[in-house]
């Protein structure tokens, strides 16, 4: 251990208070990201008593299956003044408050060098559990609270930004999803007049495919003379090396999460190169019928690639399909796995109308400005990430407990 270095175990405490009288209710998961998140546990008939009460600045962390996830699943409770979490997670609080900062302790165990530090001390076989001890045993080094606490807001000010960003750019897709939904499933567009097309007594002709009134001149069209579609490609792994400088590849299960390890190689056809406009689909398993709007990255295998090439917008496409891969995802089984079909893909309903220019460049508009947003979170997330490396390098003091 470095001679500026602590043991964790200097500074932590175990807690273990349990919901006997069972006043506690809310119930929290764990998840790998190093977030608390709602529990989709089966509870019924459990005896909730038994649960462990989890308090404000206490963390809950899962010493098991460290060797197989890479990670070492951690965090702090900051959102709640108290809940309950599984008997099985040691819960456990930092001892003095004035020598080591909960955030800043929470920072350390963000670090990808942390969760590499701990899958190296994993035993027990493929699934590779942490034993407690040497969990206490990992070093931490302790600079003054001063500069705990200026180093936690630092880094909470660009944590808060990227939420920010996030939050705004959600809020500039269901302004372009509102506009959608009053203009091409309400028809309340307006009319010459200026007023609500379907309400001021606007013409209406009944469609038998959709089985529904649709404005005069409006007409069907599908996915495949409205979009240029590109289905996945079967990339060799052997090809790829880890680069963070270079884009990722997705793959169907990072369709929900819009995350994906990142891979480079100087073979791939530029033809399989993800722009920010467009519409990603997952085929098989658990990730079919999802779609994502994508970020620039590489296509893979058993992912389709929907790209605008005509006056309806990549938008208006995501919102229209949207409720018909629904239907889909309950409907279709594969033989081993449910999966869409090339076919299924091709053939998914869109109304055409006289208004898909005009929503075209609205939507368009929508989606520059949420690339911006984007974009500065990548730069964001590059500034986290150095501070995060940089504590291993702040100057610390001797610290007595």
Known sequence: MKSNYRKIGDFIQLVDERNKDLKVTKLLGLSISKQFIPSVANIFGTNMANYKIIRKNQFACSTMQVRRDKKMPMALLKDFEEAIISQAYPVFEVVDETILNPEYLMMWFTRSEFDRHACFLAVGGVRGSLEWEDF????????SIEKQLEIVKEYNIIVDRVKLN?????????????LYKHWFLDFEFPNADGRPYKSSGGKMVFNEEL??????????????KSSEILFGYSFDSKLF?????????????????NKAETFTSEKV??????????LLIGMDGKFHCRIWLGNESYLNQRVVRLRE?????IYKIFFSIQEELLKLQDSIFGTTVSHLSNGNVRNLKIIKSPLDKKYQFISNSIIQRQNIFFSENLILQELKDLLLSKMSKVETKTVLV
């Open 269 to 278: 056809d530029e033809k399989y190169i993800v722009k920010p406009k467009d």
């Open 211 to 224: 089985d529904l009134e649709i404005p005069d001149g409006w007409e069907l069209t599908n996915t495949d």
């Open 309 to 313: 090439n005509s006056n309806i917008s």
């Open 136 to 143: 206490l045993e990992m070093p931490i080094p302790v600079p």
């Open 241 to 257: 090396s880890v680069n963070e400088l270079e884009k990722p590849l997705i793959r169907i299960r990072d369709i929900i999460s």
């Open 166 to 178: 996030e939050t705004l750019n959600q809020k500039l897709e269901d302004t372009a999803q509102a």
